[in-house]
């Protein structure tokens, strides 16, 4: 068996890909094989020859398209096979981009790579990136920015788009009159890490409409999703737990995903290009201190989202019936969907 924490596929500094895994059998031989379809793999078609066949656990796999995102099927000598993909798309404009797949349920099952996604605004994509999203096959784009925001950075995937855009407006922040602060270059917060939480029970508290939403979007179809907002990290980071908690991913790892933001999204690079963008009440630059509390993702963040729901439902089942209109037969129907 694969022990799949240890199993992921990054990139070298030549663009090719490094696999990574650990065995339960030590010394076995394992085939690698990659394919730009993650349904090859998961619909069992025929395998070709692999890419390479080592008993080490790890392979450098050169790269034939970098205008592609590659999956990789591991094969043991056994045969007990793993999916793996890169978990961020790198795009020149885009941060925080990246796949929820591979993620393991409680009941054992895994979610697909190559059929949800999460990532920050996407107005400034290069004609490279555009290529390499549409690439992805998107049927469907979640965008949980408000209308401002969307007009005035409106996401641009080029010309003949194939998805269905959805704009599913949340408002963070709300009591504090934060966006409507934000979008007038001032920040108005006496304690960050406070307003932060505030912010996430808020989410539960009057922002479940629009989420409930995607969920019904997501039932249409065989949908390849994107959700997104400005930075891809709240907004965002709450949509993308509800999914994986939904999906039956135990919440541990719905925290560690939430926090990847910290790895994949540059704050300090963030912090100093905001440090002279805005203000306080006062008119004085924002301290590093508080905009670190506001950029970055902690984990009694997302937790204080899961500690409202339990705090206002229940159960989970209650809660997904009564907030986000999912009974047992339309999860079963989106476990279908992004499960294997």
């Known amino acids: 068996m694969f022990d799949l924490a240890a199993c992921h596929v990054e990139r ?4 090719d890909y490094l696999v990574h895994w650990h065995s339960l059998h030590p010394g076995q031989k394992v085939s690698v094989y990659m394919s730009e379809d993650p349904e090859h793999f998961y619909q069992h078609r025929e395998l070709e020859n692999p890419v390479v066949e080592t008993t080490a656990e790890q392979a450098v796999v050169a790269n034939p398209d970098q205008g ?7 094969l043991s000598e056994h045969g007990e096979g793993v999916v793996l993909a890169e978990r961020e798309l790198s795009l020149q404009g885009a941060k925080n981009f990246r796949d929820l797949g591979g993620y393991s349920t409680q009941e054992g099952a895994r979610l697909k790579w190559g059929k949800l996604y999460r990532s920050s605004k996407l107005s400034t994509l290069t004609e490279e990136d555009m290529n390499r999203v549409r690439r992805l096959g998107l049927t469907l784009v979640c965008d949980f920015r408000q209308a401002v925001e969307q007009e005035l950075d409106p996401t641009n995937l080029g010309a003949n788009p194939m998805h269905q855009h959805a704009s599913l407006p949340v408002n963070p922040g709300s009591a504090h009159n934060f966006m409507e602060n934000l979008h007038n270059g001032v920040i108005v917060v006496d304690d960050p890490s406070q307003f932060m939480l505030e912010m996430n029970r808020e ?17 249409m179809g065989n949908q390849q999703v994107l959700i997104h907002c400005a930075s891809g990290k709240d907004r965002t980071g709450f949509g993308s737990a509800l999914i994986l908690d939904v999906l039956g991913v135990p919440e541990e790892a719905i925290v560690e995903d939430y926090l990847l933001t910290n790895k994949y999204l540059p704050i300090d690079e963030e912090a100093a290009r905001l440090a002279g963008q805005f203000t ?9 201190e508080v905009l670190r509390a506001l950029l970055e993702v902690r984990p009694e963040y997302i937790r204080a989202c899961f500690e409202e729901i339990a705090r206002h439902y229940r159960s989970k089942d209650h809660f997904y019936q009564a907030a986000l209109n999912l009974d047992r037969e339309k999860i079963g129907k989106l476990k279908d969907k992004y499960l294997h």
């Open 12 to 15: 070298t500094a030549a663009q």
């Open 280 to 288: 306080d009440q006062s008119g004085k630059a924002v301290s590093n």
């Open 203 to 219: 989410f539960v508290a009057s922002e479940l409409p629009r989420y409930a939403e995607m969920f019904q979007l997501l039932l």
């Open 68 to 74: 592609v995102r590659h999956y990789f099927y591991l």
